[in-house]
């Protein structure tokens, strides 16, 4: 289950001293392989010696542009916040349904990206944006650190609660 926040708070993740990365989604799905390279470009830049979590990050970064790109009317939005200990991966649509994990299935070509994207990410949820649509969060711990913990009212695993 992916997590239904009714309000983001603040987290250490996105504390001061992390780098930052906004850019558009267009309703393109030929502009995902964009978005990936400048997200690796900027992982890069990030984690100079390599942190071990990138490839995770790109996948993520991808799945999560294509369910924007595929599953809404407008373009997305793409935010990376990166420091040491992992990376937050936010895109915003404008599409109020909340995105459900489908169980994969021999017969259809889709459905698999929210089931990776809750098998790579320490956490994942949905914030409501108030105007209609909403954003999908992404934490990716990086490797060698240990999994960051979430700070408190924040999902340590999809669709579990902590105090």
Same mark, same amino acid.
């Given at each position: 289950?992916?997590?239904?926040?009714? =309000?983001?708070?603040?987290?250490? @993740?996105? @504390?001061?001293?992390?780098?930052?990365?906004?850019?558009?989604?267009?309703?393109?799905?030929?502009?995902?392989?964009?978005?990936?390279?400048?997200?690796?470009?900027?992982? =890069? #830049?990030?984690?100079?010696?390599?942190?071990?979590?990138?490839?995770? !990050?790109?996948? !993520?970064?991808?799945?999560?542009?294509?369910?924007? $790109? *595929?599953? /809404?009317?407008?373009?997305?939005?793409?935010?990376? !916040? *990166?420091?040491?200990?992992?990376?937050?991966?936010?895109?915003?649509?404008? *599409?109020? @349904?909340?995105? #459900?994990? =489908?169980?994969?299935?021999?017969?259809?070509?889709?459905?698999?990206?929210?089931?990776?994207?809750?098998?790579? *990410?320490?956490? $994942?949820?949905?914030?409501?944006?108030?105007?209609?649509?909403? /954003?999908?969060?992404?934490?990716?711990?990086?490797?060698?650190?240990?999994?960051?913990?979430?700070?408190?009212?924040?999902? /340590?695993?999809?669709? $579990? @609660?902590?105090?």
């Amino acid at each position: 289950m992916i997590h239904l926040a009714p =309000q983001r708070r603040p987290t250490r @993740r996105e @504390r001061p001293g992390g780098r930052r990365l906004d850019l558009t989604i267009p309703p393109d799905p030929r502009e995902i392989v964009r978005l990936r390279a400048a997200a690796r470009c900027f992982l =890069q #830049r990030c984690h100079p010696a390599g942190c071990g979590h990138i490839a995770d !990050v790109l996948l !993520v970064v991808t799945e999560l542009a294509a369910n924007v $790109v *595929s599953h /809404t009317d407008g373009p997305g939005r793409l935010v990376l !916040v *990166s420091c040491a200990e992992g990376t937050d991966v936010r895109v915003a649509d404008s *599409s109020r @349904r909340v995105p #459900r994990p =489908q169980l994969p299935s021999a017969t259809r070509a889709s459905g698999r990206g929210l089931v990776l994207v809750r098998g790579i *990410s320490s956490t $994942v949820d949905v914030t409501p944006d108030g105007h209609g649509g909403k /954003t999908v969060h992404a934490w990716i711990a990086a490797r060698g650190e240990g999994p960051a913990a979430p700070a408190a009212g924040h999902a /340590t695993r999809p669709g $579990v @609660r902590e105090p």
